[in-house]
């Protein structure tokens, strides 16, 4: 989410356009042809072409792993250091050198984000949490619009191949995104047509009989006025998830993906990009191990093969509208329309008979879901001056509706009873008929209209961040088995954030910020009760350094966060996949993260997170951390092109390794006993020659063991060691 930052991203596009939009404006219009396009000198069409001098700026931009520029903090395209706020880019280079697969691999080595805390997920569910606090679905953001709703196990899914940049925004951030919640948000900006277009098909092979066929495909019209691009991928793998006692059997994956866009540029002043998707994903990979009676690990799960689906069809369609009026003022909107129908299977363990403690009953239960979500942005900006002050202002108002229709599934009317398991014998492939006893059938709409300003004011080296923005919500819980427990709420709120920057001569910029947050939640507790909004507050203070002329980024951050209402696991719910609104939790620490160029040819990644995570309200539990908290996270990656030594036949190869540490978490909520803290090893190899590209990249690489986490009695085992061998042609 390595095209630069101005052709991938909208905003950063228009931005640099009204930075130099007089001087563009005569070099387009006054120079020859021929200095355009020498082969197409004989075709006045050609002085059109209005990309050519966003794609040169755009270079200078993103160097290898480290980006200069983002607009998701603040909606404009702004550099880095002037934003007063914790902000980290994994750029598209980064995803390839690291052979992401799944998007919170992409999230690996960026400081206060722990991911895959649930271990490994064939499902496709992207489990990360941001400073503390459960983001799973509320950080999910795509082209600066929220993808955020969720069902029981309906949510959106990003296919990391279709990603040009993923831009980490930690801490309140709902001021201008609306939805963005209290831990930060994580906008994964896609691919869109480029006046360069990129033109690749890759071939993968991993273990677990992983293979994978991609293609991106890009074109420009001769005159440069229209540019389309179509991604597109085809999964098919088996997984780590093995059942026991079935000669190897392993769950299966397969997951479709196609994205085509367009972008057409009647005048230097106007652009208009269409963009759309379709991913179809199947899973049968279910990560719910049994636990051995005294509380240790097996290897027997508790789902079975020939039963458990995972499986969804999402869609959307967007588009994205700017133009610039003059030097001063540029408007802009998006929308995207975004749905996701899917049929979820699976089993789960009840209890252990007394008498029979090896023998371990299960249920099986079943979900139809139905997820829909609108949203559209429309703001105008204006950049001015008031004597010595520069301005930069936004004013804006955005709509999001999310609709969810959802029917739970569980027993039979036929009196039948899923078999039970023995841990010493399990026996799996038994036929299990999908549950037909109408449990619970719900609608809920969630309307949500928002209003937001901002003013970036600049005098002299102080920069001034001011934002405010008022929101109003209409939720409706309509119960269709039950029409007297049908609801109605309306909900409003007031959110600003307020930052100030001081930069120096010599790349050093500190700041402090003040932030704030309000979330709807989409969703049901297990009881059928739907979810109050979420508030959240952060202090946080700073320090960024870029040196001059320099390739690198440097950031430490102290920060003071405090959140309400928020979701945690029912410990009355069995199955595991039950939440309950609990009272207050405040999360304190640092963060620090490098990235940068260290010598020729020497990229490095390094990060360290230290975080107190505390219940300040919660009767039973105050005082305690809440579950899958690590206190300290630290990682650090180093990529080396040997071209940069000058030797022939080193040429092309280049090599990466990495290290993550995660510390220990609880494992209850009355923080009794713990999940061990863990170290992984990831690293890379690659050779490049002309239009030929080859990576082998393999994370975890000494095979450690190791549970990601423990929750209700039930490990959930880590992601075992992966190797993926990657063929790019490039034409």
């Not at 050519?52 to 792993?65: F, H, I």
């Not at 052979?99 to 496709?124: C, H, I, K, M, W």
């Not at 427990?485 to 930052?499: E, I, M, P």
């Amino acid at each position: 989410m390595t095209v630069p930052v101005l052709s991938a991203n909208s905003y950063a596009q228009s931005q640099q356009q009204v930075t130099n939009k007089s001087a563009e404006s005569k070099a387009q219009k006054d120079q020859p042809a021929a200095e355009v396009n020498t082969s197409e000198s004989d075709k006045p069409e050609t002085t059109v072409f209005p990309a050519v001098t966003v794609e040169a700026k755009a270079s200078e931009e993103v160097t290898g792993y480290v980006a200069k520029r983002s607009s998701t903090a603040t909606k404009t395209d702004t550099p880095i250091l002037e934003i007063p706020q914790s902000v980290s880019v994994v750029t598209r280079r980064e995803l390839d050198m690291r052979s992401v697969q799944n998007f919170t691999e992409a999230l690996r080595y960026v400081p206060g984000v722990a991911v895959d805390q649930f271990g490994f997920q064939g499902q496709g569910f992207e489990y990360l949490m941001m400073r503390g606090f459960n983001a799973v679905n509320t950080a999910n953001f795509r082209d600066g619009l929220s993808n955020s709703a969720v069902g029981f196990f309906s949510q959106f899914i990003t296919e990391t191949y279709g990603v040009e940049r993923v831009d980490v925004l930690r801490g309140p951030s709902s001021v201008v995104f609306g939805r963005g919640d209290a831990g930060g948000i994580v906008n994964r900006v896609t691919k869109r047509p480029s006046a360069t277009p990129i033109r690749e098909i890759e071939f993968q092979y991993g273990n677990f009989d992983r293979k994978r066929i991609a293609a991106d495909i890009g074109a420009v019209s001769k005159d440069g006025t229209i540019m389309f691009r179509l991604v597109t991928t085809a999964l098919d793998s088996d997984t780590q998830t093995r059942y026991p006692n079935t000669g190897g059997d392993r769950a299966h994956n397969e997951r479709f993906y196609i994205a085509p866009s367009i972008t057409w540029r009647p005048t230097v002043d106007t652009t208009i990009t269409l963009m759309g998707d379709v991913l179809n994903n199947r899973s049968g990979s279910s990560p719910f191990y049994i636990a051995s009676p005294i509380g240790g690990f097996t290897n027997v799960l508790q789902s079975d093969p020939k039963f458990s689906k995972y499986n969804t069809n999402q869609s959307s369609f967007s588009y994205q509208l700017e133009h610039h009026f003059n030097d001063i003022f540029t408007v802009r909107q998006n929308f995207r329309f975004a749905q996701q129908v899917g049929r979820f299977q699976d089993l789960f363990q009840t209890f252990n008979p007394l008498d029979q403690p090896k023998l371990i009953e299960r249920s099986a239960y079943a979900t139809n879901e139905r997820l829909n979500q609108t949203v559209l942005d429309t703001h105008a900006q204006a950049k001015f001056n008031t004597g010595p002050v520069n301005h930069t202002v936004l004013l804006g108002a955005d709509w999001n509706q999310t609709n969810l229709s959802l029917k739970f599934f569980q027993g039979y009317n036929n009196g039948f009873t899923v078999p039970n398991i023995d841990l010493l014998n399990p026996v799996y492939g038994t036929p299990i008929p999908r549950p037909d006893i109408l449990g619970q059938s719900a609608k809920q709409k969630i309307d949500q209209l928002g209003f937001y300003i901002q003013d970036q004011l600049r005098y002299d080296n102080w920069i001034l961040t001011l934002s405010g923005r008022y929101d109003r919500i209409n939720t409706n819980n309509a119960d269709r088995l039950d029409s007297t427990l049908s609801t109605k709420s309306n909900d409003s709120a007031f959110t600003g954030r307020g930052g100030l920057t001081y930069l120096f001569s010599n790349g050093i910029a500190p700041y402090f910020s003040y932030a704030q947050s309000f979330l709807p939640q989409t969703g049901f507790s297990s009881t059928g009760t739907p979810f109050d909004p979420t508030r959240g507050s952060q202090f946080e203070a700073g320090i960024k350094y870029q040196p001059v002329n320099g390739k690198g980024l440097y950031t430490v951050a102290f920060f003071d966060l405090t959140k309400n209402n928020t979701l945690t696991r029912d410990p009355t719910n069995l199955n595991g996949f039950g939440f309950v609104q609990t009272g207050e939790i405040r999360s304190r620490g640092v963060e620090l993260e490098a990235r940068t160029e260290l010598l020729r040819g020497l990229n490095a990644i390094g990060s360290f997170t230290y975080m107190d995570v505390d219940n300040l309200k919660d009767t039973e539990f105050k005082g305690k951390r809440p579950l899958q908290v690590p206190s300290i996270m630290t990682s650090g990656w180093l990529d080396y092109s040997f071209g940069a030594l000058g030797i022939d036949w080193l040429r092309g190869f280049g090599l990466g390794g990495g290290v993550r540490y995660v510390g220990k978490t609880y494992n209850e909520e009355a923080n009794i006993t713990t999940t061990p803290s863990f170290t992984l090893f990831d690293a890379s190899l690659r050779y490049e020659k002309g239009p030929v590209l080859f990576n082998i990249n393999a994370s975890n690489i000494f095979n450690n063991h190791y549970i990601a986490s423990t929750n209700f009695g039930r490990p959930y085992l880590g992601l075992e060691r992966t190797v993926i061998g990657t063929l790019t042609f490039r034409f």
